[in-house]
């Protein structure tokens, strides 16, 4: 089976500009996942979509980053302004469910911030 | 709030040698826990996990221990070899409670020939 993809691999933007990701999840994933990783860190959930609905954005900040999963299938995330420690690994995650099923990670965006 | 700790950044062993990576957590919610394993310019890949009503889950090489009491799993690689040089990542989470995962900050392990 495909695995998630993620567009871009790489991106370089000056602060305050906005910057846009893709997510393609693996086909009859329901659960989708946004995760954010700092060098030297563990991922970071940022959104959990349960089909095109948002489950947990606890941890995203509202003021900059917002996403969405229309026809609850491909994803895009936006930060908007970006801000220098916003520079990370942005990872798109997918699950056939939310409970019980591991998570499948696409290779990520590498967003550099400068 | 750190709920999920690596407290070795790094780790070095000979091939065929047992590499073992350790995690702590303190969140005593947790009851699902997961090892993912990381190579450069790729996302994280499911490696094992385990339950807490289990103590230790083995697949092939890869066997996971829990020790419920003092919050602490660990990793076990036996044989190790070179391909298993990655980073490796422990999660846990609350079964109930939407699937999120709590990620520490990875071990990379480096298994020389």
Redesign the interface.
Known sequence: EAGVAQSPRYKIIEKRQSVAFWCNPISGHATLYWYQQILGQGPKLLIQFQNNGVVDDSQLPKDRFSAERLKGVDSTLKIQPAKLEDSAVYLCASSLEAFGSPLHFGNGTRLTVT | DQQ?K?NSPSLSVQEGRISILNCDYTNSMFDYF?W?KKYP??????LI?ISSIKDKNEDGRFTVFLNKSAKHLSLHIVPSQPGDSAVY?C?AKK??N????I????TTLQVKP
């Open positions: 999920v690596q997961l993912y310019a790729e996302g994280p890949t499911f996990s990542f999660a079964e109930s939407t699937g999120k995962l990620f520490g900050q990875g």
